[in-house]
């Protein structure tokens, strides 16, 4: 599988197991992806390959971790 950030910067390339695929419902992927999922592929490390730019790291948090219980 080859990839790239939105805007091109960082491109990657991975061999990819298909039963390692997963599609995620929550609002902030649909928000992410302008549809009703998104979808994400886990890769180890090692077979993670980057080609092009130098990745940053953005981390968000699921609504339903700062929820009181």
Do not use: W, Y
């Not at 890769?43 to 390959?49: E, I």
């Amino acid at each position: 599988m080859t990839g790239d950030c939105h805007r091109g910067a960082v491109q990657l390339e991975a061999p990819i197991d298909p039963h390692r695929i997963g599609i995620c419902h929550c609002t902030n992927c649909q928000t992410f992806s302008g549809s009703a999922f998104r979808t994400s592929v886990l890769v180890t490390g090692k077979d993670f390959q980057l080609i092009k730019g130098n990745p940053s790291t953005n981390e968000k948090r699921p609504e339903t971790e700062n929820q009181e219980s």
